[in-house]
């Protein structure tokens, strides 16, 4: 009635009765044909519910295995650029015009005179090593 609730009318008291039902002495029958199809109604949502979950977390550990793959391509760009940079750095270094400058302006050496150095004397019982089998420390 148009959300609109009904008084009871004046003068006309509203009874109320309860009545007291005893439903102890009542017994349930199951009905085996039913229990059966509960069950297997039953299994089969979990069955369901088993299969949707583990493909929801093959999903998401896919996902989560893409963003670490992600993350470790970055550091592997940055790794190699660093490296770039760094061989750049040494291949400065080991430039012999570099040295040479350093040698002569910050070092103050200069080139030997005629009479500073003196060759050794090999013929004077002294063995000289063959480094032909050494194996240089330098990786290039």
């Known amino acids: 009635m148009n959300g609109v609730t009904k008084r009871p ?15 102890s002495r009542r017994v349930r029958v199951l009905q085996p044909a039913r229990v059966r199809d509960l069950a297997r109604t039953a299994a089969l949502w979990c069955a369901f ?5 583990l493909y929801g977390y093959q999903r998401f550990h896919c996902i989560e295995l893409s963003f670490q793959l992600e993350a470790l391509k970055n550091r592997q760009a940055q790794a190699a650029a660093l490296n770039s940079e760094l061989r750049l750095e040494v291949a400065g270094l080991r430039n012999p015009m ?6 002569r302006r910050q070092l103050g050496l200069t080139e ?29």
């Open 9 to 23: 009318r004046k003068g006309i008291p509203e009874v109320r009765t309860i009545k007291r039902i005893d439903n």
């Open 49 to 53: 519910a088993g299969l949707f979950l």
């Open 98 to 103: 570099r040295i040479d400058h350093v040698a």
């Open 112 to 140: 030997p005179l005629p009479g500073q150095v003196v060759p050794s004397d090999a013929s004077s019982g002294a063995e000289v090593a063959d480094l032909s089998g050494v194996r240089s420390n330098r990786s290039q």
